[in-house]
């Protein structure tokens, strides 16, 4: 098989959705930290390069340079001050005020309280479909168990969850993509879905105030520290992020997971034989099949990586999907092994942006593959064509149709 270069292909169009991970060993083994002229970037591959990188703090979050011909744009002001309050955008010391007062509203032991609440949803899926013996594991229960979940945490009705996917998809296209791939519509559009969603969450607000029902949108309103508050604009920057991050990628996780099994017959029967293996489990399908697969950075000052100079103010594409398949830190990268002791993966991210939401994105899979597992059987891949989203970033699929032995 012939590989491309990295630069003679567009590497983060839909040419990568099916399988980037030959062009990601390439760069592994030719150049692991490369220098792109066609993206003006630095493509990091290898696991030791990108864990350093995503702990050196002069690597900065703050990625709004990316945007710069558009984020001076009159027209746009308003939606890069959106994107300038949500945390993952942010830098020490403000990503510390932001995710220590977002943090009281999404502690562990919040999580494991969910889970008697979290299996219901997961039956009432499954009893929707095991009568038919086919489902869409995306449409039937990948998208709609975290879409759920953090919709009804945040204290808002699980019924919108349609239209403020709409919304979320047209908003995740600036944390997908490359800023030379993006439209000036696509711009337009994110504005008007990000309006349309903060309008959404003001006017639940008063509502959700009124509750008696705790919930992560008043919770986060009230949090305290140090006498600081989150202002309007931060809580529903942050609501918007907690939303947006809290069902795409678990979405992914299930989806990919469900899929890396089925195509790895044993260790679908292995897992079935003895569910115990479940968490040593969600974390391999979290390596094998890296729901997010690259973050990015700009330098604040020159910053030595992987025997290469990053320059002040040049970016940085650290693929967190190359480095979980990386030989030299996991032995036969790319077969997937629910036995594997994995003592450190990235799919969540390092250091202090490492993923707020891991545990509840942990957790649904979890229940998620444990039940898929034990209710349905004769699982099988319906069709031989599989179609990703048109999101490199946020690599998963559109659809995933399968058959089962249905009951009766």
């Not at 011909?69 to 993952?88: I, P, Q, W, Y």
């Not at 599989?386 to 399968?402: M, T």
Request: glycine content about 6%; some cysteine.
């Amino acid at each position: 098989m012939t590989i491309p270069a990295p630069d003679a292909i567009p590497m983060f169009g839909s040419e990568m959705l099916a399988d980037p991970y030959p062009l990601y060993r390439r760069l592994q083994v030719e150049d692991p930290v490369h220098w792109s002229e066609k993206y003006n970037a630095w493509f990091v591959t290898r696991f030791e390069d990108v864990a350093a990188g995503l702990e050196n703090l002069t690597l900065s979050s703050d990625r709004s340079a990316l945007f710069e011909d558009m984020a001076h744009s009159a027209e746009l002001k308003e939606f890069f001050t959106f994107l300038g309050n949500r945390m993952v955008l942010a830098d020490p010391p403000k990503h510390k005020r932001l995710r220590g007062l977002v943090s009281k509203a999404f502690t562990p032991h919040t999580i494991q309280t969910m889970r008697p609440h979290i299996q219901q949803l997961v039956d009432g899926y499954i009893d929707a479909v095991e009568q038919t013996g086919h489902m869409d594991v995306i449409h039937d229960l990948a998208f709609p168990l975290p879409a759920t979940v953090i919709m009804e945490m945040l204290g808002v009705d699980p019924e919108d969850r349609e239209r403020l996917k709409r919304w979320s998809d047209d908003f995740i296209v600036f944390f997908s993509n490359h800023p030379a791939n993006i439209s000036l519509d696509q711009y337009r559009r994110a504005q008007q879905s990000m309006n349309a969603m903060v309008d959404y969450f003001r006017t639940a607000l008063p509502r959700i105030r009124m509750s008696d029902r705790p919930c992560l949108l008043h919770t986060m309103e009230v949090a305290e520290m140090q006498g600081d508050k989150l202002s309007e604009e931060e809580l529903f920057a942050n609501a918007n992020l907690l939303l947006v991050a809290g069902h795409e990628t678990t979405t992914n996780l299930i989806g990919n997971g469900m899929l890396a099994l089925l195509q790895h017959r044993e260790e679908l029967e292995r897992l079935r034989a003895d569910p115990t293996l479940i968490h040593g489990a969600v974390e391999e399908m979290l390596r094998y099949g890296n729901p997010v697969q690259f973050t990015h950075r700009i330098a604040l000052e020159d910053v030595p990586l992987g025997g290469k100079t990053i320059r002040r103010g040049q970016f940085v594409f650290s693929f967190l999907a190359a480095a979980n398949r990386d030989p030299d830190h996991f032995p036969d990268p790319n077969r997937l092994d629910v036995t594997r002791t994995i003592h450190q993966h990235l799919a969540f991210g390092k250091g202090h942006h490492f993923c707020l939401g891991a545990p509840l994105a942990r957790l649904e899979a979890q229940i998620a593959f444990t039940t898929i597992l034990r209710r349905l059987s004769g699982l099988r891949l319906s069709g031989d064509k599989l179609v990703f989203r048109e999101n490199f970033n946020l690599r998963g699929l559109n659809k995933l149709p399968i058959d089962f032995d249905a009951l009766g």
